[in-house]
């Protein structure tokens, strides 16, 4: 049953609120770190691949809020338990939004620094970072109005600054290189296809939270479809596109090249500041509910959480994004994993069949944690390059926790029969 007193959405509006989430600084980051250790048509291709799968998460996510008329932390009650949801889920979000904006934090005092080094004035990048950081913390902090006007100044500007140097790269005699265009060091398909789902793994898990006011579960599928795989694809495309146009695997000073320094380096910053002001504020309400934080200190945690983002902003988070992109890839999906395999496995998508369970539900509980950490194993082996590395796998996570909830809920409930059958007799 839908939540009383709420408005319903179309799907057309829902995809336009996912298309949004995908125009930002993180598509043209990963398309900078896909050209990197691919030729164009690969990257596009693994693109494509996984943006595919993370639209098919959305869907049997989203279709469950849908149904229900409940957030992803709501649905998700019955399969970890009303308690055990609660946390895991706000753990995963406190993680991924850290290390989001100390990624952001990070690329925009790189461009903060080359802009400034274009004024004559030397700053190193870990004194920019810190700047940035602190001024996305204390922005954060005063919430949704700031965070309101920032968007409407920056998307669009964002949009047409990528346009531009779209059509300065494919008029500008740039063409030949792009399509002919090899790299020197080869990335494996499956690393890239780890970065590229690790950029919106967290949005495709949550994806009930939007489609929750949705009315059909058509619209679920329509939005996903038309409002991510299209946003998405663009977005690392023009990443990967500038990134050889410009011959820099900076992708900040690309924006400061495509104009003039200064307009491309305060586009760059307003859209990484609009983009790391959802990562605060997020943030900090995930850490209310992993500490049980009073709700008016909510500001405050807020800019705990951006003081931590800042932190890894300045050593240097950015130097490790394929890393960090392949652990939330590795982290995060085993949750859906779990989840679709109690609503539309074990439930038979019968939103009937729903019911939340109180306290921690140990078995959605240990499904997700196994097919975690077995999914990170190779991230973790490529920090030691002395230990035999293995190829990430960035859907064994999810194969895993849905393979080990499915057979465990099935020999328990078995196991339940038995033994009220030996009492019966």
């Not at 400034?116 to 996305?136: C, D, K, R």
């Not at 700031?146 to 059509?167: E, Q």
């Not at 992708?251 to 090249?257: E, G, I, K, M």
Request: aromatic fraction near 10%; glycine fraction near 10%.
């Amino acid at each position: 049953m839908k939540k009383e007193g709420t408005q319903h959405q179309s799907w057309f509006t829902l995809a336009i609120v996912w298309a949004g989430a995908m125009i930002s600084i993180p598509g043209l980051l990963v398309g900078n770190t896909l050209i990197s250790g691919m030729s164009l048509p690969k990257t596009l291709l693994v693109t494509l691949v996984g943006y595919s799968i993370i639209v098919a998460i959305m869907i049997l996510q989203g279709i469950q809020s849908t149904d229900l008329g409940k957030s992803t932390v709501q649905v998700a009650g019955q399969v970890f338990g009303k308690k055990g949801s609660r946390t895991i889920l706000s753990i995963i979000l406190t993680i991924a939004c850290l290390g989001w904006f100390g990624i952001q934090a990070n690329v925009c005092g790189e461009a903060l620094a080359n802009l400034l080094t274009e004024f004559g004035m030397t700053v190193p990048v870990p004194v920019a970072s810190l700047i940035s950081g602190l001024v996305m913390v204390i922005s954060a902090m005063y919430g949704i109005k700031v965070l309101r006007v920032l968007s409407y100044i920056a998307v669009p500007l964002l949009v047409v600054i990528c346009i531009y140097g779209l059509f300065q790269a494919f008029t500008g005699g740039s063409w030949d290189l792009i399509s002919n265009y090899q790299p020197d060091q080869q990335m494996k398909f499956m690393d890239g296809l780890s970065v590229t789902m690790g950029s919106f793994a967290l949005g495709a898990v949550i994806a009930g939270d939007y489609s929750q006011f949705s009315i059909k579960r058509s619209d679920v599928w329509k939005a996903a479809i038309f409002g991510i795989i299209p946003s998405g694809v663009l977005m690392i495309s023009v990443g990967a596109i500038l990134t050889l146009a410009y011959q820099t695997n900076d992708v900040a000073a690309v924006f400061l090249n495509i104009t003039t320094p200064f307009i491309g380096g305060i586009v760059f910053i307003l859209a990484a500041w609009k983009t790391n002001m959802v990562n605060a504020i997020s943030g900090g309400f995930a850490l209310t509910n992993v500490f049980r934080v009073s709700k008016d200190k909510e500001k405050w945690a807020v800019g705990v959480a951006g003081l931590i983002g800042t932190i890894l902003a300045v050593v240097g988070i950015l130097n490790y994004f394929t890393p960090v992109m392949s652990i939330f890839s590795a982290m995060v999906p085993p949750v859906a994993g779990v989840m679709i395999a109690s609503y539309w496995v074990m439930n038979k998508g019968d939103k009937n069949s729903w019911k939340e369970t109180e306290g921690v539900n140990r078995l959605g509980v240990f499904s997700w944690l196994i097919g975690s950490v077995i999914a990170c194993i190779p991230v973790v082996m490529s920090f030691f390059p002395s230990l035999p590395q293995v190829t990430n796998q960035p859907l064994i996570g999810i194969v895993i926790s849905f393979v080990i909830y499915v057979v465990c809920y099935r020999f328990t409930a078995s196991a339940s029969k038995t033994v009220i059958l030996e009492e019966n007799r």
